[in-house]
């Protein structure tokens, strides 16, 4: 039976379904032994969907001769259908809808090719859209039932410098009845972080880029049942605002006529919208000036002659450019870039990572109409096929196209239609000519060279940059040899054998030389022995002591830790230690046991337990076997979320000959967490002694997504993810050899 996941909040709705070769019933795979046999799917009472863009589905048998195609139709009230359409892999055209109206989805598979042996098997289909959310851009917010669930998203787009402090202004009803979450954007909307819980320890902690521009989201969640009024969720800070010009100011709020008591702004006491009586009431009022010299009125400063007042003159220059490029510009087609953020380099100020986002028609006026020719010119250093030359956009123009938050900038490239070529920008900026005021956007254009820094952002617009350049590109050319240059080689920190020791105090416990993989992987060559090391939990069962950890945990911090581990004799009442990094004096910190069928992390004063099973519930856990472990402390989402995993095989010693490295997952629990801010004074992150073997020990500062499990724990070198890294330890072998100081000789 397909399922249908809709997310509100976010406004997507995705269906799917997957089906088994070998079941029976309604969990068997589709068959389609004939030419035109078909299978049809109905998705009944869709509410609040938009559109339906992506489409994929996965099955057997697939040859030249013998495939499936697929195709939609849609319906508003089961009756009445449109016809049907071909349903590709990127809906570009989906038909309009009513958001309103209940929608009917027929999706049908039908075999085709001229083969007429062998059977085809569906396996799986999944189909991505977009819903309408309940979004308010401005207003007071009203909320009177329970559980109403509003997004608030301010129509202002700002540069964020600082965060401080944040105030809710609110009228009935108490604020705790009121769970307001947060999310927000730096790529134009593309893509945006997770919803978290506004509060002032998250947002002042969030790390957020000053040189983009900052888009935000509020999630408001109603639990109370009496009438509540939210006016203005505000920022305080250090901010510019994007859409008034930049604008500079210390207040990032919903209203344009902002309210701010914890600054002593009042601009607006309309809708309602009361002062709080003494305290900061006597600070808003303002004291009457004393002046001898008679004042001027509103009106009589209105009527003064403003001779730098060129308002109208502008207008009208800013007019004539527009109908001038109108006229006699030449229409080419737009692709706008923007800096991805894996790829900014803080050390050289630059970006090294582009992403095309959006593409629109737009009409530019080149200088003095000149277009470069195809005249070349070689000489000792390179070969110039043309000088670059000079185009002219309305300001107004592109903003209209784009919106009011983008620019016209560097690796931004454009396709002239008239003379079919492509060009890309080498420069760009708003030229200010009469009164100061930028009327239009000067680029600087030179001959297009398809990159590999610069990508689609998704396969619509990549599909069309690669109509318009097909067989010119370098990538084309030398697909072969660019492949082959991407191979590279990383040296982490925690391999490099040193005969000072940068990550373990002390080390008790024997290492053992033992390989472990999984498939072609090689998860480890050498482990902890922990049952060499006297069994316990005092100082002297110490089997490995760190010195590289995080002593002091916020709110907003987050934690994930990760190992192998392998248990040699497994016996109910024996404990056995995977981690322990608390001060059970203070009762602060955590540590991760294993005893009685249960593995349980001790987190500050609360436990967390994840059942390994009782007889006909669960598989447990077998000695001699080697189990991947993850724990996850999530505080800014407040859960806390335990896995186990294996190798996908059960004989230990065929490790190396299954075909896939995918783990296979034995069990997983999920927690609510209430964030706590605490600080480890004096206390080492340890393991203890326990009959147990353990190696890859990987402590993080975030937590570690479920989509990442099996990448991370096939990784024998932490790569890409490094950076988030508290300490990882692969249980290698410390060298004991000689150390000099500087110059000297010891005799």
Request: contains cysteine; aromatic residues 12%; charged residues 25%.
């Amino acid at each position: 039976m397909y399922t249908v996941t809709q997310d509100t909040t976010k406004g997507t709705i995705t269906i799917s379904d997957s089906f088994s070769i070998s079941a029976t019933g309604d969990l068997a795979a589709p068959q389609f032994n004939n030419i035109d046999d078909e299978y049809i799917v109905t998705f009944t009472d869709l509410e609040g969907v938009e559109k339906f863009s992506t489409f994929t589905y996965d099955y057997t048998g697939k040859t030249s001769d013998r495939y499936l195609t697929t195709q939609y139709r849609i319906s508003r009230d089961f009756k009445k259908w449109t016809e049907w359409y071909e349903l590709p892999l990127n809906i570009k055209e989906f038909p309009p809808v009513n958001t309103s109206d209940t929608m009917y989805f027929d999706l049908r598979f039908i075999r085709k090719g001229n083969s007429t042996i062998g059977t085809i098997k569906l396996l799986d289909y999944t189909l991505n859209g977009s819903s309408v959310r309940n979004l308010v851009t401005e207003g007071t917010i009203q909320l009177s039932t329970t559980n109403e669930e509003v997004i608030l998203k301010p129509p202002y787009i700002y540069k964020v410098f600082r965060i401080d402090d944040i105030e809710i202004l609110y009228r009935g009803g108490e604020l705790s009845d009121v769970d307001i979450k947060y999310r927000f954007s730096q790529d134009y909307g593309r893509t945006t972080t997770e919803w978290e819980y506004f509060t002032k320890e998250n947002i002042t902690s969030v790390r957020i880029s000053p040189i983009r521009f900052f888009q935000i989201e509020y999630l408001i969640n109603y639990k109370g049942n009496t009438n509540f009024k939210i006016y203005d969720i505000n920022l305080i800070g250090d901010f510019q605002n994007v859409t008034l010009d930049y604008q500079k100011t210390n207040l990032y709020g919903v209203r344009e006529d902002c309210n701010c008591l914890k600054l002593g702004i009042v601009n607006d006491t309309s809708n309602g919208f009361q002062l709080p009586t003494g305290g900061i009431q006597s600070e808003l009022t303002p004291s009457p000036t004393t002046n001898v010299l008679p004042q001027l009125s509103s009106d009589q400063i209105g009527n003064l002659f403003k001779p730098y007042q060129l308002q109208q003159a502008t207008e009208l220059l800013d007019k004539l450019s527009n109908d001038a490029n109108q006229m006699f510009g030449h229409e080419v087609v737009y692709f706008l870039t923007d800096p991805d953020r894996k790829g900014t380099d803080y050390t050289f100020h630059e970006y090294q990572l582009y992403n095309y986002v959006c593409d629109g028609l737009v009409k530019v006026s080149v200088e003095n109409n000149q277009f470069p020719d195809n005249t070349g010119a070689i000489n000792q250093f390179d070969l110039t096929l043309f000088d670059s030359f000079e185009i002219h956009i309305p300001k107004k123009t592109f903003k209209q196209i784009f919106g009011v938050d983008k620019r016209p900038s560097k690796e931004d490239f454009l396709w002239f239609c008239e003379i079919n070529r492509m060009f890309t920008i080498e420069h760009a900026q708003a030229f200010r000519s009469f009164n100061n005021n930028a009327i239009y956007y000067k680029l600087m254009l030179k001959k297009y060279t398809q990159k590999a820094n610069v990508i689609g952002v998704n396969q619509t617009i990549t599909d069309k940059v690669k109509e318009l350049t097909k067989n010119s590109t370098i990538d084309e050319l030398f697909g072969l040899e660019n492949t082959q240059d991407k191979k590279s080689v990383a040296n982490k920190e925690q391999f490099k054998p040193l005969t000072k020791d940068q990550l373990r105090v002390d080390i008790s416990a024997k290492i053992v030389k033992e390989l472990i993989e999984n498939a072609e992987n090689v998860i480890s060559k050498s482990n902890y022995d922990l049952s060499s090391v006297s069994y316990g939990d005092t100082f002297a069962n110490n089997a490995v002591v760190y010195r590289n950890t995080k002593d002091y945990f916020r709110k907003s911090d987050n934690i994930s830790y990760m190992c192998w581990f392998n248990i040699q004799n497994y016996t109910i009442n024996d404990t056995y230690y995977l981690f322990d990094y608390y001060d059970d004096v203070n009762n602060l910190g955590f540590k991760i046991t294993i005893n009685n069928k249960n593995l349980k992390v001790r987190y500050n004063e609360l436990d967390f337990t994840l059942s390994l099973g009782e007889e006909g519930t669960s598989t447990g856990l077998s000695e001699e076997t080697w189990y991947g472990y993850i724990l996850n402390i999530d505080q800014r989402q407040r859960k806390i979320s335990q896995y186990i995993y294996k190798r996908n095989v059960d004989d230990e010693e065929l490790g190396s000959r299954i075909s896939t490295t995918v783990l296979k997952k034995v069990n997983s629990i999920e927690n609510d967490l209430d964030p706590v801010e605490f600080k480890l004074e004096n206390i080492s992150a340890k393991l203890r002694g326990c009959d147990m073997k353990i190696t890859n020990i990987r402590l993080f500062v975030d937590v570690i997504p479920e989509s990442q499990h099996s990448k991370m724990l096939n990784q024998y070198i932490i790569r890409d993810d490094s950076k988030y890294l508290i300490f990882a330890d692969n249980a290698n072998q410390k060298l004991v050899l000689p150390s000099f100081e500087i110059n000297q000789v010891k005799p």
